[in-house]
């Protein structure tokens, strides 16, 4: 019984950051809505800026319960083909070797309000 003990003790240090608090601590104060509006924008690896901009939506609540006058405000206004009733698409960027697109998906409730913030890849 005390192999175990060790090795879950183990575990726990071995894998640092995994919990909901510390992905909350790596929020910004803001959301930079300029850098999102910059849709060609490439960080210095060269991957889409919207690619971690996305993330933060997702996980930092800069989204929870907004209207969609404030989705419009902080992303821009969707495409006409991407902008479905209470689902809204953007795209993130392209992902893997270019073949596929990841897009941020956001489903507003019947009072238009943010219901749900996901990012789909590829």
């Given at each position: ?82 902008e479905r009733g209470r689902s809204w698409h953007y795209y993130v960027g392209e ?28």
């Open positions: 019984m005390r192999p175990a003990l060790i090795f879950l003790g183990f575990l726990a240090v071995a894998v640092p950051g995994c919990g909901a608090s510390e992905a909350v601590s790596s929020c910004p104060p803001k959301f930079d809505s300029a850098a999102w509006k910059r849709v060609s924008n490439l960080d210095s690896d060269g991957e889409p800026v919207r690619r971690r901009l996305a993330s933060q939506l997702e996980r930092c609540g800069f989204l929870k319960s907004a209207s969609k006058q404030r989705v419009r405000q902080l992303l821009g206004t969707p495409s006409p083909e991407i992902s893997g070797w270019g073949i596929d697109s990841d897009l941020l998906f956001i489903e507003f409730s019947r009072r238009n309000r943010v219901e749900s913030v996901e990012v789909s890849q590829g």
